[in-house]
């Protein structure tokens, strides 16, 4: 496995790590992690339940959780997280010109991966089959919660 | 003056005291409202200074301050901000399908309008004096920070 691979790997087990943690806390299972040159500047999950918030998705609440950082810092970004961020979170990611995202799964949402793209922002997605499962599990127990959380009835 | 325009008039009224407010905090002066049928569901301000955030920009502020509403309750929304929304601003009202944006001011910056405009959202742009003051003051006062609240150096 390549050193890159490894990287990846540490980024995309702590977004999962985010996301566990937030099933367990009885939220929605995304996590999010942001990593430069191998060091991690924040980390989240999702805060609907929690926190009641309407906008603290978990690439949201990993920007929040980094602070404010300089724009050269985020061009040093990878951002791991563990479903296909929304176009709100499409939008973050947009705004702070972060060059490189990694998807866990896009199977149970698929979000603004084509809008990424056409900045020429690098997307990666794994394919993950635990991201999968625990979003599965999720919306089986919690439809409701889920829908509103994408703005869907 | 038709109902309609009074009805913009307190909308705008409102996201520009919060500008105000923000200015007054020593923070950036850019404020939005979110009103239904002629009801505040919720209004905010820039937080970068006063929270040390990186994304409680005014729109997100009003967001998350209205707290956890159902998809269909956003249908009904418009959203008074006093300066064009940035990209993550922008994918936030395409996630909630918000009808309708009333924008303060576009000159000082321009944020995505035409992404918003091909998601058949209705965007008004008032081009309102004050709201333009408030920004150029503080982009004369505070260049770095105006800088990285647009992720710009």
């Known amino acids: 496995m390549s050193s890159a691979n490894e990287i990846d790997r540490a980024g995309m087990m702590q977004a999962l790590a985010q996301a566990r943690k937030s099933y367990d806390e009885g939220g929605i299972p995304i ?14 999950h999702n805060q609907r339940i929690q926190k009641s918030s309407a906008t603290l998705h978990a690439e949201i609440s990993a920007l929040e959780n980094a602070g404010r950082l300089r724009a050269q810092r985020y ?3 990878t951002l791991y997280t563990t479903l296909s961020p929304c176009l709100m979170c ?12 990694v998807i866990g799964e896009n199977i149970t949402f698929l979000g603004g991966e084509e809008l990424l793209k056409s900045h020429q922002i690098e997307v990666v997605v794994i394919d993950d089959p635990e991201c999968k499962d625990l979003m ?14 994408i703005g869907e009835e």
Chains 1, 2 share one sequence.
Do not use: Q
């Not at 599965?136 to 959380?149: L, T, V």
């Open 75 to 77: 061009r040093e970004v």
């Open 136 to 149: 599965a599990r999720f919306i089986r127990e919690k439809p409701e919660e889920w829908n509103e959380d």
């Open 31 to 44: 996590g999010c992690s942001l990593m430069a040159n191998g060091t991690v500047l924040g980390c989240g």
């Open 90 to 101: 499409t939008g973050a990611i947009l705004l702070y010109k972060i060059p490189r995202v």
